[in-house]
C-alpha cells in the first residue's frame, strides 16, 4: 500500500490551479506556492493580532473612561444595571441608590452610590407562591400605615418601587395585601406577633435597658424592631424589644 497511493485532485491554496496531491495534508501545488501560501498566512495572522490588540486597548480606554468617572446620569447607570431607566428612578426615588438632584431636569448617581447598592441588595430568591396569585384581598393606606407604623410618603415610595399593585375604589385607594405583608416580611417584620399593643418611646426604652443614644438606635434598626408614628412622637414595639433581649440572654 505504502508505494501504490493513490493522488489525490486538490486546488492550490495558493495560484488556484488544480493538481495532484499525494498526501492529504499538502495544500498547495508546489514549493513555490508553499512558500507564498506560507508567507501570506504568516501576514494575516500579524494583522490580526495587531487588530486585536487595538480592538482590546479601545476597550480598555472605554472602560477607563467610566471607570474615571464619578458619576453617572440615569440613562448610563441603567445601561450599567441592565436594567430600564423607569428602575432607576424608582430605586433613586425609594432612596435605595444615593441619587444627587443637580438641577430641574439632571440627576446624577455617584458610582459609590452603585457600589452601596449592589454591596446591601438583597440576594436573589424565589418569590413565595403566595406572591404570585392573583390579589384578592386589599388594604387602604390608612391601614398600612397603621399597621407597620410608617408614614404616608415613604409608603408611596414602597408601593412604587416595589410595583405593588393598586386601584381606586371610589375615592379610596387600595393597595395588595399580600404584596404588602410580603414586603414587610422580607424587612424583617414578624407577622406571627399579632398584638402590638404595647409600644415604647426611645427614652422608655433607654431607661429600661440602660443603653446610650447610639447603642440604643444601633440595636432598634439593627434588630428591626417595628416602629409606629403617632401624635409627632415615634413609638418601638416593647414585644420586639424584649424578645430580641430575652433571646440574648
Ligand atoms: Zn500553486
Redesign the pocket.
Known sequence: MTKAKQSIRKI?E??G?EFDAWKITTR???DY?NKRAYKQAKRKKIIETAETITANKRTEKVKTDMSNRKGFSIAEVAVLLGCCKQTIYNLAHSEKIKAIRISRRMTIIPQKSIDEFLEVNTPYEILPAQERKPVSDWYTLLEITEKYGIKYRRLRDIINSENIPEKKDGKITLIAKNRIDTYFRKQGYDETIQNLSEWVTLPEFREQYSMTEPAAYSFLSENRIPKKQRNGRRYYSKLHIDKVKNKGQ
Open positions: 492550490c495558493y495560484c490551479k498547495c501545488c508546489s506556492c
